[in-house]
């Protein structure tokens, strides 16, 4: 069936650093795929999506490229904040479910 | 702009009791979902609904009961709270039908069973 794996955490990085999440997802067909964010005591937000390969999804200064050939859809951003820490799920389209990735906890020091 | 709206925000059980966790959306969307989040965990998928009149169970609905009478409301019952189901409850709602529609959630409720 569909899946999705994204990379474990907690990642903690320095303010200003570059950002990178891995996800992959596995899938019948072309999926749509999402980057949510869920900040301390909140709900999910959309982050960035992206319907097609080759698609860039961009939010915020998070980057994320649909990839087919290697079926990824991995998290970058250029230079972080404190306010970036939050989890991030990435999460694939199957009809009118979304399969979720595990989240992975990113951690921003000043 | 209310979107997705669950109550109530915090609730205490005592184990054996039941309670109804509210959810309603006002974007007329046909999908609505409910997930559990437990600590260091992901999200599971409860029961689901794909319109009125229609529901299904998702990943973990053992313990839970959901109807949905309306297009605007999804409830979810627990039947006989147990200290296994304290954990934060989302619900969700999307569109279904063409491709990226985006899932809106509500805010949560944390649950906590003695």
């Known amino acids: 069936g569909n899946s999705v794996t994204q990379m474990e955490g907690p990642v903690t990085l320095s303010e200003e650093a570059f950002l990178t999440i891995n996800c992959t997802y596995t899938?019948?067909?072309?999926?749509?795929l999402f980057w949510y964010v869920q900040y301390p005591g909140e709900g999910l937000q959309l982050l960035l999506k992206?319907?097609?390969a080759d698609d860039k999804g961009s939010n915020k200064g998070f980057e994320a490229t649909y990839r087919k050939e290697t079926t990824s859809f991995h998290l970058e951003k250029g230079s972080v904040q404190v306010s970036d820490s939050a989890v991030y799920f990435c999460?694939?389209?199957?009809?009118?479910?979304?399969?979720w990735g595990a989240g992975t906890k990113l951690i921003i020091k000043p | 702009n209310a979107g997705v709206t669950q109550t109530p925000k915090f609730q205490v059980l005592k184990t054996g009791q039941s309670m109804t966790l509210q959810c309603a959306q006002d974007?007329?969307?046909?999908?609505m979902s409910w997930y559990r989040q437990d600590p260091g965990m992901g999200l599971r998928l409860i029961h689901y609904?794909?319109?009125?009149?229609?529901?299904d169970q998702g990943e973990v609905p053992n313990g839970y009961n959901v109807s949905r009478s309306t297009t605007e409301d999804f409830p979810l019952r627990l039947l006989s709270a147990a200290p296994s189901q304290t954990s934060v409850y989302f619900c969700?709602?999307?569109?279904?039908?063409?491709?990226?529609?985006?899932?809106?959630f509500g805010a949560g409720t944390r649950l906590s069973v003695l």
């Open positions: 969700a709602s999307r569109n279904t039908g063409g491709r990226g529609n985006i899932q809106y």
């Open positions: 974007m007329n969307h046909e999908y």
């Open positions: 609904s794909v319109g009125a009149g229609i529901t």
């Open positions: 899938a019948t067909g072309y999926p749509s």
């Open positions: 992206a319907t097609k």
């Open positions: 999460a694939s389209d199957s009809n009118y479910q979304l399969i």
